[in-house]
């Protein structure tokens, strides 16, 4: 995919219907979430305002105007002493997979994270992904950990790796 073909963007609420059909189709068929019910319109926008409220960056990659990706930080854990702690996510669409939608996403998302005072991003993997190992790798993230067997989809247990980076 060509850069002038391709667009990122700060995510609004309009974008939750692209923004869930694009994420229940991996609820549907896949493991890289563990949601296992379709998300609808409002409780994807209501969870986009909830990042939004909180000043956290979502952002939507747009091919001919069509939401083809998007990526966004949340604090990893409620508590104090986790403040400085991102989680990142990134998902795009089936036949964008391998073409670079993910890798502008995710960096104009760490260009974004540079004005926050965060010191590290987590990204949770669920295993195995070597696309998402390989482009969380390539952003400088380093495997800290594994949860096995600690999810339960498609008749099979699943094990998360934990990836970390250092946030400048």
């Known amino acids: 995919m060509n850069a002038p073909d391709l667009a990122i963007r700060d995510a609004t609420l309009t974008d939750a219907i692209a923004v869930a059909a694009l994420y229940n189709h991996y609820i549907a068929t896949s493991t890289s979430t563990f949601e296992v019910e379709p998300v609808d319109t409002d409780t ?60 502008a996403l995710y960096t104009a998302l760490f260009e974004r994270l540079q ?31 594994l949860l096995p067997e600690v999810g339960r989809k498609f008749n099979r247990w699943i094990d998360v790796g934990y990836w970390h980076r250092r946030l400048p």
């Open 44 to 103: 994807m926008a209501s969870r986009m305002r909830d990042l939004f409220d909180g000043g956290y960056p979502y952002l939507v990659a747009e091919k001919s105007g069509v939401v083809v990706g998007y990526a966004y930080a949340a604090r990893y854990r409620p508590r104090a002493a986790y403040a400085h702690t991102v989680e990142t996510s990134v998902y795009v669409a089936t036949d964008t997979v391998s073409s670079g939608v993910g890798t």
């Open 115 to 145: 004005d926050f005072p965060l010191h590290a991003a987590l990204a949770l993997i669920a295993l195995p992904n070597p696309g998402s190992v390989a482009l969380h790798e390539g952003f400088g993230f380093t495997r800290v950990g």
